[in-house]
């Protein structure tokens, strides 16, 4: 009984007061396009953050059996801009993981994203 009274004040808790819940972390969403395509295929990444004043950095790598590539852009905290765009130009046949990471000024980790990308 006492276990069901917390649950449920938590959940109203993230009900009630949406901005409690995200403040916890930041929001970040990342979209790849295309996601599965035929091979040598340009990727579009684009990558979409809440404007914070801890955002300082963002990395992203991607990576196959034989291929790595990653970019780090500098991020002007809450004046950054929302969406950032990166290709990757004629990436060959095979699978990609892409990470994302969200850093502060310190280079500490304030929220991750990773996707998947097949070519073929």
């Known amino acids: ?43 579009l990444i684009r990558v979409v953050i809440d404007p914070d004043e801890d955002n300082r950095q963002i990395e992203v790598a991607i990576e196959s059996l034989l291929y790595y590539r990653s970019s780090m852009i500098d991020l002007e905290g809450a004046r950054a801009p929302r969406v950032n765009e990166l290709w990757f130009r004629q990436l060959r046949a095979g699978d990609y993981e892409l990470r994302v990471l969200l850093l502060d000024a310190g280079g500490h980790q ?11």
């Open 1 to 43: 009984m006492a276990i069901v009274l917390v649950q449920r004040t938590v959940l109203a808790m993230f009900l009630l007061f949406p901005s409690f819940a995200s403040a916890s972390r930041p929001q970040l969403d990342v979209r790849v396009t295309p996601r599965f395509a035929l091979a040598p295929a340009d990727v």
């Open 110 to 120: 304030r929220a991750f994203a990773r996707r998947f990308v097949s070519l073929s």
